[in-house]
């Protein structure tokens, strides 16, 4: 019996045979000698221990070796699949690729192949449909590709062979004869010979055969005749779209039978006369909207906005005008005309700048859009004064206040109008103090009087709307312009509004009522802000301290945050009403008598561990 046996005899015997994966994977992980790892790489019980050795191995010669041996021999495929990775013999690859019955592997072989030669012999001899594939997928040698795109049983692989081939003759042969549609249409796909694709537009029977010609064709005469007289629509679309000859074009809008394709072809169209003439006399309406699109000649679309009997044919016309001669003569006979389509005289009063007819237009129409069109379009502060005392619609109103400049309007406006968003529109624009400060005491309106408020710079305006004002928001408004200290005071002190007290407290300077607000406010809130700004950090200790006993959830620990002082966390701990915060407390704690005390007598257990863990770490 042996006594003593040899660590790489000991290493090898547990990642051979060892029942502990664990066990066999440290024993490869300390291992570098790479006979040893070879060994194990060949003949461990465990995949992953084989794997784990394999991947170790630094001898590229050596590891080739092991590898192949591996790729061909090991049992289970994930192993197979994760060395022949790592492989880089062509003919091991070929022959992996060609025999190994797990398709994984055999494409993970392919991957690697570089050779054509051997890429061809896999194409061809592989067992695995799916790694032919792969193989054919790599090649680039066109005489084995025009074997394979003839010759081979099978189809997917003829496809794929067919995807690489340039060869424009092969191609043409294979588009017309071949017996399997999915060929022929791949074949077109890379054809560029017109005079074959022509023919397979004109003759070819199967559909999506004769729809990848289409698309590859450039020949105007044959693309008409398609956009003309194919039986499918889809192929027709297709045909029109790649039209450009003019001539042929024109052909094409005035003879062909589908509405559809007519209307393709005139987007396509640059001739100006023709496509007036079609504008004119065109009978579908569609047809005629595209004609006029691409207009350009200003006469042809007033004729067009004048008289067309379609709006949408009209409406295009407008929105193509751009003589505001022509524009005011068109779209102001249109806008003013009640008997045309509101999108239609909306678009009209959108073009139009002539102050008088906007002007007629804003204060008598019959739709308020169109007269809010025209209110924006109005500059005469006249017209826009006159439309703010007269007008009965608030909506129109708006329009109007929005682009008055005038003070003394803007004031009337302010003062008088029965819609709040009317006054406060005005009260935005307003700069005259003494009319600001009116509003800001008088206006019924809340968010008219903030608005006013907001633009406020006379302090004892401010501070009497700051004292008295009913509404809190209204009232820290006012506070945000204050600068005076004592009115400050007055209303941190008074305040019943939460709100507006922090809103106080941000602008104090005052360190005594900074002070008095951090101990004594009701409101945490307040009290975090007002301790913030304190400089004596003894009384801020007491107020956080305070906070973080009694506060409500997030000011406890917000509190808590910015405890330091022993003494101030020690009364914490200690008389804390929240064991959460005394916990935390505990755990910023130094003092060792006062740790001791609290982890022998605290109520809470969770505490008394916190402190009793605490001494121990210090006693470490």
Known sequence: MRLFR?????????????????????????QTDQNWLADVAKNARHANVRIAAAVKLTDQNFAQEVYADIAKNDNDFLVRWITVKKLTDQNVLADVAKNDNNFFVGRAAVSNLTEQSVLADVAKNANELSVRLEAVEKLTDQS??????????????????????????????????????DVRKEAVRNLTDQSVLAYLANYEIDRDVRKAAVANLTDQSVLADAAKHDRYW???????????????????????????????????????????DIAKHEKHRYIRKAAVAKLTDQSVLTDIAENDGDRVVRMVAIAHLINQTLVKEVDGDLAKNHKYIIKVRKSAVAKLTDQHILSYIARNDNERDVRKIAVAKLTDQRVLSDILKNDSDFH??????????????????????????????????????????????????????????GKLSDQSVLAEVAKNDSNGDVRKEAVRNLTDQSVLTYVVKNDKD?????ETVYLLTDQSVLADVAKNDIDCDVRLVAVKKLTDQTLAQEVYADIAKNGWHYDRWEAFTELTDQSALADVAKNGKYDDVRKAVVEKLTDQYILADIAKNDGNENVRIAAALRLDNHDQ
């Open 498 to 502: 939460q709100k507006v007290r922090l």
């Open 396 to 453: 129109i109103r708006r329009v109007a206040v929005a682009h008055v400049t005038d003070q003394n309007v803007l004031n009337e406006v302010a003062k008088n109008d029965g819609f709040w968003k009317v006054r406060k529109i005005a009260v935005e624009k307003l700069t005259d103090q003494s009319v600001l400060a009116d509003v800001a005491k008088n206006e019924s309106d809340v968010d008219v009087r903030r608005v006013a408020v």
């Open 6 to 30: 040899p660590a790489w005899d000991s290493k090898n015997e547990i990642a051979n045979n060892g029942p502990d994966n664990d066990v066999c994977m440290d024993a490869v992980a300390k």
């Open 234 to 276: 889809e192929i027709r679309r297709i045909a029109a779209k790649k039209l450009t000859d003019q001539n042929v074009l024109v052909d094409v809008v005035k003879n062909a039978n589908d509405r559809e394709i007519r209307h393709e072809a005139v987007k396509n169209l640059t001739d100006q006369s023709v496509l007036a």
């Open 144 to 181: 084995v590709l025009i074997y394979l795109a003839k010759y081979d049983n099978e189809l997917s692989v003829r496809w794929e062979a067919v995807r690489n081939l340039t060869d424009q003759s092969v191609l043409a042969d294979l588009a017309k004869y071949d017996i399997h549609h």
